[in-house]
């Protein structure tokens, strides 16, 4: 017996792309998977790197905020990263640009 799954797109720029090897990311995750469950995934696929940018609390040594939108809407007016995905759903991550 096979799960079902679904496949995401995350599009990324800067840092995470470089991270990535390219700008795009399609992504198979189980059908009902979160925002976290793809940070999560991400951040095993692709290693100690990562986990700045993926961390599950703002408290972890090197943790980066994210800036996430799925199709277009950030999550933080969504369910955070409690935000329930979708097959053909696309996911951009950006990482915070600081300067003056």
Do not use: C, H, W
């Amino acid at each position: 017996m096979t799960t079902a799954t679904m496949t995401v797109t995350v599009r990324s720029i800067g840092p995470l792309k470089a991270l990535f090897g390219r700008g795009l990311l399609d992504v198979d995750l189980p059908r009902g998977a979160t925002v976290a469950d793809l940070m999560r995934s991400l951040g095993q696929d692709y290693g100690e790197q990562a986990s700045r940018y993926f961390a599950d609390e703002p408290g972890e040594a090197g943790f980066y905020r994210l800036r996430v939108m799925v199709n277009g809407r950030d999550i933080a007016v969504l369910g955070g990263r409690e935000t329930v995905l979708s097959d053909g759903d696309e996911i951009l991550m950006l990482t915070p640009v600081a300067g003056g």
